[in-house]
């Protein structure tokens, strides 16, 4: 029996990280039989899926929607053969990474701090999904695609995109998603998007705390404490009853917390945009930052979907003065 | 006018570093004309080859015949938008590298430490020549390889193989060097990678000190103080007028260095084969490292071509007793 390579995605999974990593095994095995392997000399491995941590409800639909098993959990790399999909940052990766061996790397991130002590194969290109990474590879190395891993990669793309509106979304991530469609049979993308998208936005069974956190980080701007969050939901008219709920929830902790400001961004993807509840010692700097006066629990903000590239900024703008 | 992306290959450049900034430099900007990049939304620059040093007589050799002036020479990085090819480690890149923006990586070693703020396009295969690498993104992108752009590529790939015979050859070098001779009219693989190889075998015109420090490094091996250098020649005959005042400087090198042991392989690439120089306090040690004795000056060691692989290693085991 020859040796396993494990494929495995970064911590605290998403979709293209199981996803990736199911469809990569399957690549990497029908490079070995086609030859593709020893053409490079690559070590003649049999690869086998493995995942870090849950899958959440999302990428149980997707797997469950095209017949797929829940990879098994893998966390510790020591003495192992490793591929890595959808991360190149150690910190990301399995444990004990310095007594794994990394024999390739498909990814769509910046750049890691991932070094090898051998030349492997490393792919990354500056796209939406590790997905459209990985289509770019069975594509140029004459694989075909089942039409079950093409389900699940165009899942990923359209997780990681959001439905191709995230600002990361490339003309490239449309073209594959389109084509892996086709083979999957999938007729209407921005439905399944929605199928897809909409099974994180269900938090009815969720403690209102566990929705703030699910996506939370603590910032330092110009000596204050400030808090944001985030939650996507398909329409915000899933989450109306929770609202008030969650605004209260802010408000408390702020105070036992210490902050200055807390943001939390109820974010709309059909509607592409953000209600930015705020929760702030000084209403006037936030309002500065986004040049909208706080109504009632905060403000709109129309065409907003992105924290790190439209939220922290222009806080981070108006903190500094 | 557009802003400008430098190309640029590692410090004190070898044929494959200076061919490949130039084919990079020409496929990135056919990426740009075909709408490759706005794909990936990679910023549209306009390419240009530099170098980081100055060219060696094989490369100058090269760049001659396929009718290359030589790139411009750029060795500080600050402010400027990069494109790496044939390296991935920052001391071997340009000077104020943090200050530069890395774009993208094209490459077929061990996996560096350069790393990103951003999403680029970074692709290592594990062959043995970057020009390889290259000739895959240019086939699988569908770009056109220029009859002159075909020639340098494939003397890189001779050159970095040594013809074919390094232990890093690939299948997929062969191959690409074959589809590249084709594009390039070279009728005779072999001829032109000896007229390559053959023009750093001729050291007539060098001091006999800078012969033997061309390539050569010092090691700790079990606490003693161990050099060892190689010179990669043609045909031995060549260098038969300055054996023994090689043998000489090195013996001088020994005592005024307070070396345990020298060795300095005399490399024969047609022979695949290496004559050891041998200077030492042990000569049973060396002996027992290479299962041969030491007659006049060293020992023929058949098949051996690679200090790294196959020198270096039974040495280290040697010391360590």
Same mark, same amino acid.
Not at 9 to 16: E, F, L, Y
């Given at each position: 029996?020859?040796?396993?390579?494990?494929v495995?995605?970064?911590k605290?999974?998403?979709?293209?990280?199981?996803?990736?990593?199911?469809?990569?095994?399957?690549?990497?095995?029908?490079?070995?039989?086609?030859?593709?392997?020893?053409?490079?000399?690559?070590?003649?491995?049999?690869?086998?899926? %493995?995942?870090?941590?849950?899958?959440?409800?999302?990428?149980?639909?997707?797997?469950?929607?095209?017949?797929?098993?829940?990879?098994?959990?893998?966390?510790?790399?020591?003495?192992?053969?490793?591929?890595? %999909?959808?991360h190149?940052? %150690?910190?990301?990766?399995?444990?004990?990474f310095?007594?794994?061996? %990394?024999?390739?790397?498909?990814?769509?991130?910046?750049?890691?701090?991932?070094?090898?002590?051998?030349?492997?194969?490393?792919?990354?290109?500056?796209?939406?999904?590790?997905?459209?990474?990985?289509?770019?590879?069975?594509?140029?190395?004459g694989?075909?695609?089942?039409?079950?891993?093409?389900g699940?990669?165009?899942?990923?793309?359209?997780?990681?995109?959001?439905?191709?509106?995230?600002?990361?979304?490339?003309?490239?991530?449309?073209?594959?998603?389109?084509?892996?469609?086709?083979?999957?049979?999938?007729?209407?993308?921005?439905k399944?998007?929605?199928?897809?998208?909409?099974k994180?936005?269900?938090?009815?069974?969720?403690?209102?705390?566990?929705?703030?956190?699910?996506?939370?980080?603590?910032?330092?701007?110009?000596?204050?404490?400030?808090?944001?969050?985030?939650?996507?939901?398909?329409?915000?008219?899933?989450?109306?009853?929770?609202?008030?709920?969650?605004?209260?929830?802010?408000?408390?902790?702020?105070?036992?917390?210490?902050?200055?400001?807390?943001?939390?961004?109820?974010?709309?993807?059909?509607?592409?945009?953000?209600?930015?509840?705020?929760?702030?010692?000084e209403?006037?700097?936030?309002?500065?930052?986004?040049?909208?006066?706080?109504?009632?629990?905060?403000?709109?903000?129309?065409?907003?979907?992105?924290?790190?590239?439209?939220?922290?900024?222009?806080?981070?703008?108006?903190?500094?003065g």
């Amino acid at each position: 029996m020859s040796e396993v390579l494990y494929v495995v995605g970064h911590k605290n999974p998403d979709t293209d990280s199981i996803c990736s990593a199911i469809a990569f095994a399957y690549l990497w095995n029908e490079w070995k039989k086609k030859g593709i392997l020893a053409q490079m000399k690559m070590p003649e491995l049999e690869a086998v899926p %493995v995942r870090q941590g849950e899958p959440n409800a999302e990428t149980k639909f997707v797997l469950e929607k095209f017949g797929f098993s829940v990879p098994e959990m893998m966390t510790d790399g020591a003495g192992k053969k490793v591929a890595l %999909v959808d991360h190149s940052d %150690v910190v990301q990766s399995v444990d004990n990474f310095a007594q794994a061996e %990394v024999v390739a790397v498909v990814d769509h991130h910046k750049i890691g701090d991932v070094a090898t002590p051998n030349p492997i194969c490393f792919v990354n290109l500056p796209v939406g999904c590790s997905a459209t990474t990985l289509k770019f590879l069975f594509d140029k190395t004459g694989v075909e695609i089942p039409k079950n891993i093409a389900g699940i990669m165009l899942s990923a793309i359209l997780s990681d995109t959001v439905i191709f509106k995230s600002a990361t979304t490339t003309p490239m991530d449309k073209t594959a998603g389109e084509e892996l469609a086709k083979i999957a049979g999938v007729e209407d993308l921005t439905k399944l998007g929605i199928e897809v998208k909409s099974k994180l936005s269900d938090v009815s069974g969720m403690a209102v705390r566990d929705i703030i956190m699910r996506d939370y980080k603590d910032y330092n701007m110009s000596g204050k404490k400030v808090g944001a969050g985030q939650i996507e939901v398909i329409d915000l008219s899933l989450i109306e009853g929770r609202k008030d709920e969650i605004y209260n929830e802010l408000v408390k902790m702020k105070q036992e917390g210490g902050y200055h400001s807390i943001v939390f961004m109820l974010t709309d993807i059909m509607k592409e945009g953000t209600e930015l509840f705020v929760v702030t010692d000084e209403p006037a700097l936030i309002e500065k930052a986004f040049g909208k006066k706080i109504e009632g629990k905060g403000m709109w903000l129309d065409g907003v979907m992105s924290r790190k590239k439209q939220v922290i900024p222009p806080l981070e703008k108006a903190f500094a003065g």
